[in-house]
């Protein structure tokens, strides 16, 4: 059974933190590559952060050191802490799943996902 659900999204103050739970179904938690995207408003969806399965990381650069990729095996659900929000964060944000087709390691790209939840809202107001 293929199953991502996002869930944690709200609207936040700037400077302020949220963290967002995905909670997977055990064949797409399996999957080698999980990661955070997110698409604002007449932006292209970008990718945001991956994780894979030994917990290797990799971070869009916009988001270092104030956003945090977690995940609990015994839950099967992928987290993401968001910390020191701003404006621009501001965002439809989407668990995926996947595998490197594009590497030999995962990263946050689109094209190395299989599966895709349905996405929650981030909203920072200034």
């Known amino acids: 059974q293929v199953q991502l659900v996002e869930s944690g999204g709200g609207s936040v103050q700037a400077g302020g933190s949220l963290t967002l739970s995905c909670a997977a179904s055990?064949?797409?938690?399996?999957?080698?590559?999980l990661g955070w995207f997110r698409q604002a408003p007449g932006k292209e969806r970008e990718g945001v952060v991956s994780i894979d399965k030994y917990g290797n990381t990799v971070y869009v650069n916009s988001v270092k050191g104030r956003f945090t990729i977690s995940k609990d095996n015994a839950k099967n659900t992928l987290y993401l802490q968001m910390n020191s929000l701003q404006p621009e964060d501001t965002a439809m944000y989407y668990c995926?799943?996947?595998?490197?087709?594009?590497?030999?390691?995962?990263?946050?790209?689109?094209?190395?996902?299989?599966?895709w939840g349905q996405g929650t809202q981030v909203t920072v107001s200034s």
């Open positions: 055990r064949y797409t938690y399996n999957r080698p590559c």
């Open positions: 995926a799943a996947g595998f490197a087709y594009s590497g030999s390691w995962c990263r946050p790209l689109d094209i190395d996902y299989d599966y």
